[in-house]
């Protein structure tokens, strides 16, 4: 019996050493695993995440969209983005002049700006008015470069210097600032980007653009994607297009 109970105290003992070796294993690997990238759903820098994400179904309105590039592109590139979101100011700065001079300035591509003021960030909002009144001049894409260059303080100040530096005419943005229209429209940009339920900003939707001046959606972007992700989905927005609507690019 004395026997029989060493035996099964060593068989106990090496079934425990197991269980704890096992759980070692598992332990070392959820540590060594590599994070997965953090969503876009504050704005912040992440990790891009896959471009295979749902297209609205209803083609989507750009009238009254700040815009640039030439009026008889078929191809449109809507952008919903905040300006204190870290991860609208990267793409900015690394895709945004690759598409305007591939894209844009070669006629291809019209490019659209709606208006996304995450609520958890303080001076998006008022910084999305000021830019939307310096638009009222024609001076909305260098307003927006700049505040993305330098993410500078988006405070009143910060936005006036701002304002300033790109030649707004101050009074005139003063009184824009003040009146509700310049308001009105960017809170319109905003509930149009929740009914698309947007997770994150930047968000970008690449389609056609129809006759009545709407964005049939192909493909929709999140984060601060590469040059490389706006040709793949600029191309399957092409190939969407009759023959005679296609860019020598896509031929």
Known sequence: MALNSRIRSIVDLAAALSIIA????LVWANVARPAAPAANGSGSA???MPIAEPVPKDAQSLANAVAKGSESARIGIIEYADFECPACASFMRGTYPKLVSTFVETGKV???FRHFPLPNHQFARPAAIAAQCAAEQEKFWPLYERIYRFQPHLDEAGLR???QKVDVDLAQWSRCIADDAAT???DADYEAGRTLQLRGTPTFLV???QPDNHLRTNVRLYGAQSIDSFAK???VAEGTLPATGRTESAR
Do not use: H, M, N, Q
């Open 110 to 112: 019209r490019l659209y």
């Open 184 to 186: 009105l429209k960017v």
């Open 207 to 209: 389609g056609t653009i």
């Open 161 to 163: 210097g701002t304002a």
């Open 46 to 48: 992440s990790k891009p």
């Open 233 to 235: 989905a600029i191309a």
């Open 22 to 25: 096992t759980a070692g294993v």
